[in-house]
């Protein structure tokens, strides 16, 4: 998996002299989204249910359906209506993905296959093209590039063996059942996650742009970046829970003393009176 990167950001990083402006608002964008959903993804959950339902209901829509701006929309806007509706069990099966996805990340490393054909072959020619030509080109490149990954993945996930598609599977099934347990500690930690990635795609986006090979220094302790992501990710979940949960009580005190207060009257009364 760290080879895919390392030769994505090669990659990228002749699209980064193309179109730098691109880059740079596509890693702030996810820096900034990042932060919210790190720091503040309960409180705002409604919110980024609708929009996570809606990317996932156009990305199925333009894979199923095709590949039309109406079909692809509506299929965004039904989703994203529908994961409002069912707001906890969309945010469960969504932290259950997410496990899932990670865990095949980790454990599909050794049979994914760097694909650096496409790099190398656009990469002799560069130097001859126009800037208009090399425009194009670098774009080209990329999907190019991003298909040679997919294709990657989908041979990774063939040869991968049975027992860790079990572990895959293991991670998930925990993660489901601990949402529907435990909803609230799930739900932070799955916010915390897509935070911490967000932020991390952002900042490896930005470092690109400045040619500062983040991808390299990843790859050279993976570890500690591991650990880094980790500290991060606990972090978010704590904070939220915690913020969000004085945030309820701070709201839902009154409402219950009150109701214990007329309850408790309401008791005596009829103590008296019987």
């Known amino acids: 998996m760290?080879?895919?990167?390392?030769?994505?950001?090669?990659?990228?990083?002749?699209?980064?002299?193309?179109?730098?402006?691109?880059?740079?608002?596509?890693?702030a964008a996810a820096v900034g989204v990042g932060l919210f959903v790190w720091l503040g993804g309960l409180s705002l959950r409604k919110l980024w249910v609708a929009?996570?339902?809606?990317?996932?209901?156009?990305?199925?829509?333009?894979?199923?359906i095709g590949n039309g701006v109406a079909p692809t929309a509506?299929?965004?806007v039904v989703a994203a209506v529908i994961a409002r509706v069912f707001e906890r069990v969309f945010i469960t099966v969504l932290a259950a993905a997410?496990?899932?996805?990670?865990?095949?990340?980790?454990?599909?490393?050794?049979?994914?296959?760097?694909?650096?054909?496409?790099?190398?072959?656009n990469h002799d020619g560069a130097s001859a093209r126009t800037t208009t030509g090399r425009d194009a080109a670098g774009m080209e490149e990329l999907k190019a590039y991003a298909l040679?990954?997919?294709g990657s993945i989908k041979r990774a996930a063939w040869q991968m063996p049975v027992q860790k598609w079990a572990i895959i599977a293991l991670l998930a099934v925990i993660v489901l059942v601990g949402?529907?347990?435990?909803?609230?500690?799930?739900?932070?930690?799955?916010?915390?996650v897509l935070g911490t990635i967000l932020i991390s795609v952002g900042m490896i986006l930005l470092l690109l742009y400045k040619g500062a090979g983040p991808v390299s220094r990843i790859s050279s302790r993976p570890l500690?970046?591991?650990?880094?992501?980790?500290?991060?990710?606990?972090?978010?979940?704590?904070?939220?829970?915690?913020?969000?949960?004085?945030?309820?009580?701070?709201?839902?005190r009154p409402r219950k003393a009150g109701g214990q207060k007329e309850t408790t009257q309401e008791?005596?009364?009829?103590w008296r009176t019987g």
């Open 2 to 27: 760290l080879e895919i990167l390392q030769n994505f950001e090669s990659t990228v990083g002749e699209a980064a002299r193309l179109r730098p402006l691109v880059l740079i608002g596509l890693g």
């Open 51 to 64: 929009i996570a339902g809606a990317v996932a209901g156009g990305i199925l829509g333009f894979v199923l």
């Open 74 to 76: 509506a299929s965004a």
């Open 98 to 121: 997410l496990a899932g996805a990670i865990g095949f990340a980790v454990l599909a490393g050794p049979y994914i296959e760097s694909p650096q054909a496409v790099s190398a072959a």
């Open 148 to 150: 040679d990954v997919g």
């Open 179 to 192: 949402g529907f347990a435990l909803w609230r500690p799930t739900a932070a930690l799955c916010f915390s």
């Open 224 to 252: 500690i970046y591991a650990g880094v992501f980790t500290a991060m990710a606990l972090f978010g979940t704590v904070e939220q829970l915690l913020l969000c949960r004085g945030a309820k009580k701070q709201g839902t």
């Open 267 to 270: 008791k005596h009364r009829s």
